[in-house]
């Protein structure tokens, strides 16, 4: 009896080992500064954990919500590069549609369909796809790691899947939220001599939803950065928007996380407690 109760864990570890999605960043810990991600505060009721992956390498890690078809955050590495922004052809992820499925890349929609056989209908059900985001006035497909940030052309391909995508006030997307992306991003890091800077961007859930109540209308978008000089912390900060104004709240990492604690309604660490929260 105790054989086969040992032989039925082994057979469970083994099968969690063929999901990428499931086991949480188990694949891809090098994209949060120590291995460890933000702690469970932020989790959602019916959580993915997705190394995203695109030509067989690991881009950067996404806590997706399957219920609200958004993601709760993306952590990735800032590393700005030369590389030109990609065709926005947008992905979807196989492996929120089943768990046994031996997918492991973000993959395009009608592939999915046409050559994997999977309906239009078992893909919706756990995540947006690229209808969700058509005709949606004054929204933008609001990447949370966004292309900008990532070095090669694969890199930034990566970003171009929707769940690393939330709808976004347009105002906000091409606006403050740009300039903070773009250029205060960069003053930072380079000002202070960052030699790795690790980053998590997230987005706080809405009451509203958008495409028939599919998909959810986040209530505020933030991001926290942690700033390395040769492998230890010496700076960190944050920032955090409303998801209907034209306005970027610039803060320090404590203060975001207090701000998160009280929007999620329980205690919020994002860095475990490892980076300067002052």
């Known amino acids: 009896m105790l054989g086969l109760l040992l032989l039925q864990v082994l057979a469970s570890c083994l099968w969690l080992g063929h999901s990428e999605v499931e086991t949480p960043f188990a694949a891809c810990p090098q994209f949060f500064y120590a291995g460890h991600p933000p702690n469970d505060a932020l989790n959602p009721d019916n959580p993915a954990w997705i190394c995203q992956r695109f030509r067989s390498s690991y881009h950067y890690a ?21 590389g030109r922004r990609p065709h926005s052809r947008w992905f979807v992820e196989p492996q929120l549609i089943d768990n046994n499925v031996n997918l492991k890349e973000m993959e395009r929609e009608w592939i999915l369909i046409k050559e994997k056989k999977f309906t239009l209908d078992q893909i919706k059900q756990s995540q947006a796809v690229p209808a969700d985001y058509k005709g949606l006035g004054g929204l933008d497909r609001g990447h949370l790691s966004p292309s900008g940030h990532q070095f090669s052309i694969e890199n930034k391909t990566a970003t171009f899947t929707l769940t690393n995508i939330v709808p976004q006030d ?106 300067p929260r002052q």
């Open 62 to 82: 996404t806590l997706y919500d399957r219920d609200r078809r958004i993601p709760v955050y993306s952590a990735y590495k800032y590393q700005p590069g030369d």
């Open 170 to 275: 347009s105002s906000l997307n091409k606006g403050q939220w740009n300039i903070y992306e773009s250029k205060k991003m960069t003053t930072k890091t380079k000002t202070k001599g960052c030699t790795t800077t690790y980053v998590i961007t997230g987005a706080v859930p809405g009451n509203t939803y958008v495409s028939d109540e599919r998909v959810n209308r986040p209530s505020h978008i933030w991001s926290a950065a942690c700033c390395l000089v040769d492998e230890e912390p010496k700076d960190a900060w944050g920032a955090i928007a409303e998801n209907d104004k034209n306005e970027v709240e610039e803060l320090s990492l404590g203060e975001l996380e207090e701000r998160l604690t009280d929007l999620y309604k329980g205690g919020v660490t994002l860095f475990n407690n490892a980076c």
